[in-house]
């Protein structure tokens, strides 16, 4: 049975040591890099040519690159390349970020190493892995949210909050729905004071965590 071939890059000394001297000793694991940051991985991996990595522990706060935005690089150097977020936030926004990037797992670095070997393995096999934690929040995400009924809303401005959501802008609703920009800013600044918001990003966040819509 070959080998898996593996990268890590993190730079927390500690961490990287732990997981290289404990990953190291499986002998169905073969480690090909360890870095410190994503430009240093994308740079070994260029010059050793090598395109044989079928498992990345990404870190996500690196020196210059974040493993976020290192994500889509990664990819474009190993689109078959399975990722795994190892990382200290625990945020739903980079959690979403991260698996919507291209990442197939979100491992919490309080996870013990038997464990993340026990991920790597998984995720190199087809399955899924998420820390309990972790999955928690994705399955709470994904978990129907009880409408407000409290909260009484027009046809008309449910039909705004919903190209808001979209992301049209004033006149592309305006458009939409054959309304002038000023009757989108007066129903915007109603459905404001309506919800209690001031921003488009509140209005948002309410209409996801409340079902407004």
Same mark, same amino acid.
């Given at each position: 049975m070959k080998p898996i071939h593996l990268a890590i890059v993190e730079d927390d000394p500690v961490i990287k040591d732990s997981l290289t001297t404990y990953l190291e000793a499986n002998p169905r694991l073969k480690i090909e890099f360890v870095c410190t940051s994503v430009e240093d991985f994308l740079t070994s991996l260029s010059s050793t040519r090598s395109k044989s990595t079928d498992v990345i522990l990404l870190d996500i706060g690196l020196p210059g690159m974040s493993g976020l935005e290192? !994500?889509?690089?990664?990819?474009?150097? %190993?689109?078959?390349?399975?990722?795994?977020?190892? &990382?200290?936030?625990? *945020?739903?926004?980079?959690?979403?970020?991260? %698996?919507?990037?291209?990442?197939? &797992?979100?491992?919490?670095?309080?996870?013990? %190493?038997?464990?993340? *070997?026990?991920?790597?393995?998984?995720?190199?096999?087809?399955?899924?892995?998420?820390?309990?934690?972790?999955?928690?929040?994705?399955?709470?995400?994904?978990?129907?949210?009880?409408?407000?009924?409290?909260? *009484? %809303?027009?046809?008309?401005?449910?039909? !705004?909050?919903?190209?808001?959501?979209?992301?049209l802008s004033y006149k592309m609703i305006a458009d939409k729905y054959l309304i002038s920009i000023d009757t989108v800013r007066d129903h915007i600044k109603k459905i404001y004071r309506l919800l209690e918001i001031n921003s488009k990003a509140e209005l948002i966040k309410k209409t996801n965590d409340e079902n407004l819509i």
């Open positions: 290192g !994500i889509r690089h990664i990819k474009k150097k %190993l689109p078959e390349v399975n990722i795994i977020i190892l &990382s200290t936030f625990e *945020e739903e926004d980079k959690i979403f970020k991260a %698996l919507c990037a291209g990442a197939v &797992s979100y491992i919490s670095k309080r996870t013990a %190493l038997t464990k993340i *070997e026990d991920a790597i393995f998984t995720i190199y096999n087809g399955g899924s892995y998420m820390s309990p934690s972790i999955a928690r929040k994705v399955i709470n995400h994904f978990k129907p949210k009880a409408k407000n009924e409290n909260i *009484e %809303l027009s046809d008309r401005q449910i039909q !705004i909050i919903q190209g808001i959501v979209d992301g």
